[in-house]
């Protein structure tokens, strides 16, 4: 029976006859024995095999190398070893897949981050992007567990939309057009022959659609892919993301905080807790201050401050930015991280942003300058949850999109939920990326998604 290492490895007695499989990370030639350490990516830990001299398939250790794939039979029986418990005495060895050494890229214990990007397919074979896959995977079902348990419901919203949620004009277009053949630009509309006789798009954000829902069913969110061509080229930005987007009924812009401040701190508890192998790796090789940087973040209350507030702060700071400060500009990453890493030194809630850099759906505020947004800035990233209260009265809602240069008719549908039975209605998004990075230390988006889709890059 096929037995995962990571069952063989916390086995509560010795086993006869047991069977894995996996890849050999290294091998080990003795007098009349060898040492296999196999992986199978359950777990960090490889699993100790002896192979004695003799033994059905001994034969084979000689094509068996850094990477091959083998299956091996034996028993698990305690170990004289360092470190581990049990290691397995095999009885038969098959070889699966040979990795040839002259070809097989993953032969050293370590490489640069930057080498590893090449091979994006080979990867996840290294204890470190094993370690974050795990991560990804247990932090994906701790997101559907919290909002499980808070009573939210998992709702779907669409990837191939019509209408442009941030009003930011950064969307990719879909189409089954060839534009090799109908290129030419001198034709009005051309998307009128496509496959939705209009222009659709990637989604940059599920939200409208989730205020749809979570004016019917209250608590919602949606937890999917979404897309932004914007051309950055920074270590926080992907061209495809995850995104954590909760809606609710009846909530306003503190709610909305409290919200996205619990749902940061139950994250980092979470893999603090179910993947405490995986989390040590970073924390080791990572990022030396990981664990405090966490703990410094579960044992402070956010900062919650008003744009202006932050502003001023800024002004004030003696600090020379690459980019301007004043009331009306959008903060840079590095206005961001001054507020959290230097002045507060903990995870800062800015809220009541100008209405001129924010979109049309934010509630204004009576000042009528700001409007009900919050982001949510934590140290080492910038940016990690946007949201706000929703503007729920129609007239201004309607003279917001225009305002914005936006196209009414594209959302009549999103107008209709204030024309029939409107609700104070709020919500955000966590780009679930820059949470893997905030909770292992890692600084390159690119490290946290195993495919990164960034500008020019499309390699796999
Ligand atoms: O602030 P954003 O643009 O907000 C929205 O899209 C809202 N419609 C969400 C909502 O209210 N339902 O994006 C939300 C978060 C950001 O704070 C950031 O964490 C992440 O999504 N994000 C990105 N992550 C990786 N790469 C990118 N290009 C990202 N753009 C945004
Ligand atoms: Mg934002």
């Known amino acids: 029976m096929r037995v995962k290492v990571k069952d063989a490895l916390c086995a509560q007695s010795a086993e006869e006859k047991i069977n894995v499989k996996g890849w050999v990370r290294t091998k080990r030639q003795a007098k009349g024995f060898s040492f296999l350490e196999i992986n199978d990516g359950s777990c960090l830990k490889n699993l100790q095999v002896v192979v004695d001299q003799g033994i059905p398939g001994y034969d084979l250790l000689e094509k068996t190398s850094t990477g091959a794939a083998v299956s091996v039979t034996g028993d698990l029986v305690s170990s004289p070893g360092k470190g581990q418990t049990w290691e397995m005495k095999a009885v038969s060895l098959t070889l699966l897949g040979e990795a040839d050494p002259e070809k097989y890229p993953l032969q050293k214990k370590r490489h640069s981050d930057e080498f590893l990007r090449t091979i994006a397919h080979l990867r996840p074979r290294t204890n470190k992007y094993g370690a974050m896959n795990r991560i990804r995977s247990e932090l994906s079902f701790g997101v559907h567990k919290y909002f499980h348990d808070l009573g939210f419901k998992y709702i779907h919203t669409p990837i191939i939309t019509g209408s442009d949620c941030e009003g930011a004009g950064e969307m990719f277009t879909v189409t089954s057009l060839d534009l090799e053949k109908n290129s030419s630009p001198d034709t009005q509309n051309v998307f009128e022959n496509d ?266």
């Open 195 to 460: 496959f939705f006789g209009q222009k659709a798009h990637l989604t940059v954000s599920g939200q409208l659609s989730a205020e749809n829902i979570a004016c019917a069913i209250g608590d919602v969110y949606t937890f999917g892919p979404t897309f932004r061509a914007e051309n950055s080229n920074t270590p926080r930005h992907a061209a495809e993301f995850w995104m954590i987007e909760p809606e609710m009924a009846f909530a306003d812009l503190n709610d909305n905080m409290d919200l996205a401040e619990d749902i940061t701190r139950k994250m980092i508890e979470h893999a603090l807790e179910h993947c405490s192998d995986d989390m040590e790796l970073f924390m080791k090789f990572v990022d030396k201050n990981l664990k405090a940087k966490l703990d410094s973040i579960l044992n402070q209350t956010f900062q919650r401050l008003p744009y202006l507030e932050g502003i001023e702060i800024l002004q004030k700071s003696g600090r020379k930015f690459e980019y301007p400060v004043e009331f009306g500009l959008d903060l840079q990453t590095e206005h961001e991280r001054y507020l959290c890493e230097d002045y507060f030194k903990k995870p800062v809630i800015l809220f009541d942003y100008p209405r001129t850099i924010k979109p049309f759906y934010m509630r204004l505020n009576d000042d009528g300058k700001t409007v009900a947004a919050m982001d949510v800035l934590v140290p080492g990233i910038g940016e990690l949850v946007g949201g706000s209260q929703r503007e729920e009265r129609l007239d201004i809602l309607r003279s917001r999109i225009s305002e914005t240069g936006l196209d009414e008719d594209d959302y009549w549908w999103y107008l209709d939920l204030r024309r029939f039975g409107t609700v104070p209605h709020a919500g955000f998004g966590l780009g679930f990326e820059r949470l893997l990075m905030l909770v292992t230390g890692v600084t390159n988006i690119r490290d946290v998604i195993m495919f990164p889709r960034t500008p020019r890059t499309l390699d796999f």
